[in-house]
């Protein structure tokens, strides 16, 4: 997502109450039916081409394989008025670190270069379904992570939250998620498209979107907002078997509040799952031509939004931003094991410090 003010409204009391009721009730599921294979996988090539997904599924997408046979993959998951192709450079990274790297493009997404629409329950489903298609076909693949930024962490947490296994039934499909500046609390990012939407055309259509992906609002139509929220299925989340969670966000993060990472951080934790937070600081002079962070300061005013020293929301396509940076080097350290499995740990990313932590909590 890009250029949606921040603003913090809370949901009507009255459809927050008829939401929550709903997911204390044990009623919301979602159904994840897996794409149906077209094509042979090979698990192997040249890391630097970027191959068409519907060569090798019903659903759209790239992906992108390692020189050698993989033991790990990854599927991202892309954000608002994104789609896979802004993912060209992390998939070869991730090749290029020995990953078979998948970016689906959710069923039922516009077509560019607007990419409108929030489906957020197809989206998971593309997302479950990738990662059982590549497990499958590629023996060598033993771990199974799942990355996603902004609207993709809407995604990728539903994905984690439906429960989805491998092959045996049993064995979770995803061994850890990582949660980057994610649109976790749905509720509360429809609110805030809806209030700034009147005087932004960016927010509006978000509101809009979220609202045709709901059939209504969430007083109209509370089932379907709650079986998206992130937020509210943090049960499921933490119920689905995943080893951990890293969630990396600017805490001057002008289009999905710092707060939601921490709301979500906050329930996994007292479900019992361990969640490492990375709290970004201080921004790098390197800027994305096109593709400019959002701060609360840039919202306000794009002078004062080049002065502020802060990080704001990273482009997912994002070399250089801070924010990307942290992710991919957290997304390796899972998979090669460097750094210590999520256990609860408060780090803070600066520009000016490095990586500072794990603090007390």
């Known amino acids: 997502m890009t250029r949606l003010r921040a603003f913090l409204p809370t949901c009507p009391r009255g459809a927050r109450a008829a939401i929550t009721a709903l997911a204390l009730a044990g009623g919301l599921t979602l159904g994840l039916a897996p794409a149906t294979p077209?094509?042979?996988?090979?698990c192997t090539g040249t890391p630097a081409t970027i191959l068409s997904l519907s060569s090798e599924m019903s659903i759209g997408g790239t992906y992108a394989l390692p020189a050698s046979s993989p033991t790990a993959m990854v599927v991202f998951g892309h954000g608002y008025r994104n789609d896979s192709s802004s993912w060209a450079g992390h998939l070869t990274e991730a090749a290029q670190h020995g990953l078979l790297a998948v970016a689906p493009d959710y069923t039922g997404l516009g077509a560019g270069p607007d990419f409108r629409g929030w489906p957020a329950q197809a989206g998971a489903a593309d997302v479950v379904a990738a990662a059982q298609h590549f497990?499958?076909?590629c023996s060598t693949i033993t771990k199974v992570e799942v990355l996603g930024v902004s609207m993709g962490g809407n995604m990728t947490g539903l994905a984690v939250a439906a429960k989805a296994t491998r092959?045996?039934?049993?064995?979770?499909?995803?061994?850890y998620w990582v949660d980057v500046e994610g649109a976790?609390?749905?509720?509360?990012?429809?609110?805030e498209a809806t209030a700034v939407g009147p005087g932004n055309a960016y927010a509006a259509g978000a509101a809009a979107d979220?609202?045709?992906?709901?059939?209504?609002?969430?007083?109209?139509?509370?089932?379907?907002?709650a079986s998206r929220d992130v937020l509210l299925r943090h049960?499921?989340?933490a119920g689905s078997g995943i080893k951990g969670v890293v969630m990396i966000h600017s805490v001057e993060d002008g289009l999905v509040p710092y707060d939601q990472s921490r709301e979500l951080a906050t329930a996994l934790r007292l479900d019992g799952r361990k969640v490492d937070v990375y709290s970004v600081l201080r921004r790098t002079g390197d800027r994305d031509p096109g593709h400019?962070?959002?701060t609360l300061t840039s919202d306000a005013s794009a002078t004062l939004g080049d002065m502020d020293p802060f990080s704001g929301h990273a482009w997912e396509g994002s070399s250089t931003h801070i924010v990307m940076k942290t992710a991919m080097a957290q997304l390796f350290a899972l998979v090669d094991g460097t750094e210590p499995a999520p256990d609860n740990q408060e780090f803070v990313v600066d520009s000016g410090l490095g990586t500072v932590g794990p603090l007390p909590l």
């Open 210 to 225: 979220i609202q045709a992906e709901a059939g209504g609002t969430p007083l109209t139509a509370p089932a379907a907002f």
């Open 292 to 294: 400019d962070q959002t």
């Open 167 to 175: 092959a045996d039934g049993v064995t979770p499909l995803f061994d």
């Open 135 to 137: 497990l499958a076909s």
């Open 38 to 42: 077209v094509g042979a996988t090979s």
């Open 184 to 191: 976790t609390n749905w509720i509360e990012t429809w609110a």
């Open 235 to 237: 049960a499921d989340v």
